[in-house]
């Protein structure tokens, strides 16, 4: 990679390229061409916002997962995995964020009330917080090393603590619908034009948290060897300036 | 050299080294639980009502007992890390895992005495009154929710050891992973308080909640400690 070629390869901007195209149709169609829910009228547009971002998120979290334990069951830990890890967990989390405030706002809109103590709203509440947890976890001071395996552990102690809360949560409280397009026994009740453009939220979302964490990854690449070298490169410098060789 | 026998002379070793050191300086005692019990004084200002008291003090008595566990799991590892202690631990060739299960015990046992002190601080304060079978309903819920604490705060300690913002870092990670110990030693403890007219039998299953808790973080943490805090 020379100095000034960025982020990007041609494969990233035609990826790029796809995602704008992509965004572009998901908010014609959820904003202009899908219908108007019976019920909920045009707050059900949130849906193709707050469904794909949560999605995302559950993504994001799984491959920071399969990331750290590929990283800790190696013999040669490439520290690849774990700067996956780390880019898939911070767009996690910014997506969580974009599910949790859609969701709240589509709350005060349907059910009169920004959050209700539910227990999925709660566990994924929960789930946030964790994932910010993991994200100062990776800021602590140390080697690029034991960055990666700290992390990798919090990653994995996380997927243990994640079914737990959930459980514990779901034990102490719910109320929210059920899922209405994943349960097997109910009839799809949305209507096609509704549905594709879910899909296609789905879709865009999924390519758009693949092009952020390849960008995301090259960056903490970056970063790591700017930490590596830049102490030698100083040194160096300094000590051409004193004309030492 | 780690075979299981010696693994626990090394577990009760390190407990025994842990719990000398603070009978020795009495943080505990001179410290920790008098800032336990102004945390319960100071929830019955904020909610200036004996029968809302008497209905909330399960869940006071338990979020009192973590605000308390940040303090000592914090103290547990300034410990190890102020002389490298931690670190001497580990060049002498100990076996991590015993060292979280000494530091565990250490940690539940102080946790323990804190519970206790708060317990009676809720029937005290709060006017709470139990059956027999509530106080051993109670005890239970202490008991095994105590153990579950006391894994999890070691392993989060453990992490956080050493880490510049250790103070801070500590909350952030500890108090989300403890939510379902706060929702079943709450509903268990409710049960056994009797408050809102919840029926003694009503605890139990919460108190196998917080077993399986207490068993999933043991084995994580015994299996986990060592990539930790080792650098």
């Known amino acids: 990679m020379t100095p000034n070629s960025g982020t990007g390869t041609s494969a990233t901007r035609r990826l790029g390229v796809l995602v704008i195209v992509l965004v572009i149709s998901l908010a014609l169609f959820g904003l202009q061409f899908s219908a108007e829910d019976v019920v909920q009228g045009s707050t059900v547009r949130i849906m193709y916002v707050h469904v794909p971002s949560i999605w995302t998120a559950y993504i994001a979290f799984f491959l920071t997962a399969v990331c750290s334990g590929v990283y800790l069951s190696r013999r040669q830990r490439s520290l690849a995995w774990d700067r996956v890890a780390g880019a898939s967990a911070e767009i996690g989390v910014l997506f969580v964020a974009v599910s949790l405030v859609t969701g709240s706002l589509w709350g005060r809109l349907t059910w009169g009330t920004y959050w209700v103590w539910d227990a999925r709203l709660t566990s994924t509440a929960f789930l946030f917080i964790t994932y910010v947890g993991y994200l100062a976890v990776r ?16 990653a994995l102690l996380a997927v243990l603590e994640i079914p737990l809360v959930h459980f514990s949560v779901n034990l102490w409280r719910s ?4 899922a209405s397009v994943a349960d097997p026994n109910a009839k799809v009740k949305l209507d096609g034009l509704m ?35 830049g102490l030698d490169v100083a040194i160096a410098e300094r000590r051409n300036e004193a004309g030492v060789q | 050299m780690s075979s299981v026998k010696s693994r626990r002379t090394i577990a009760v070793a390190v407990a025994r080294k842990d719990l000398s050191i603070e009978w020795n300086s009495r943080i505990l005692t001179n410290q920790v639980a ?10 019955a200002f904020a909610l200036d009502n004996e029968g809302i008291l008497q209905r909330v ?31 001497a631990l580990r060049v002498a ?32 304060l709060y006017g709470v009154e139990m059956t027999a079978v509530g106080l051993l309903e109670a005890f239970v819920t202490m008991v095994v929710a105590t153990a579950g604490l006391g894994c999890v705060g070691t392993l989060y300690g453990g992490l956080a050891a050493g880490a510049k913002g250790r103070e801070t870092l500590l909350p952030l990670l500890l108090l989300p992973v403890v939510a379902p110990v706060l929702i079943g030693a709450t509903r268990a ?23 399986v808790f207490a068993v999933i973080f043991a084995v994580a943490g015994t299996v986990a400690f060592g990539p930790l805090v080792d650098e």
């Open chain 1, 175 to 178: 109320l929210h619908q059920d």
């Open chain 2, 93 to 124: 060739g100990v076996d991590t895992g015993a060292i979280f299960v000494g530091k565990s015990l250490a940690l539940m046992v102080q946790l323990f005495v804190l519970e206790i002190l708060l317990l009676a601080t809720a029937v005290v």
């Open chain 1, 139 to 154: 800021r602590l001071d140390g080697t690029h090393r034991q960055r990666a395996r700290r992390s990798s552990v919090m």
């Open chain 2, 189 to 211: 403890t409710e049960a056994a308080f009797g408050s809102g007219g919840t029926a003694v039998s009503e605890g139990w299953p919460w108190i196998g909640l917080l077993a």
């Open chain 2, 34 to 43: 008098p800032f336990a019990a102004i945390v319960m004084v100071m929830f």
């Open chain 2, 57 to 87: 003090a399960p869940g006071l008595m338990w979020l009192a007992t973590l605000f308390s566990m940040l303090i000592v799991v914090q103290r547990s590892f300034t410990v190890e890390s102020a002389d490298g202690a931690l670190d």
């Open chain 1, 195 to 229: 549905l594709f453009s879910l899909f296609l939220g789905l879709v865009t979302f999924t390519l758009l948290f693949v092009w952020l964490v390849l960008h995301r990854q090259r960056t903490m690449l970056l970063e790591d060897s700017f930490a590596d070298r």
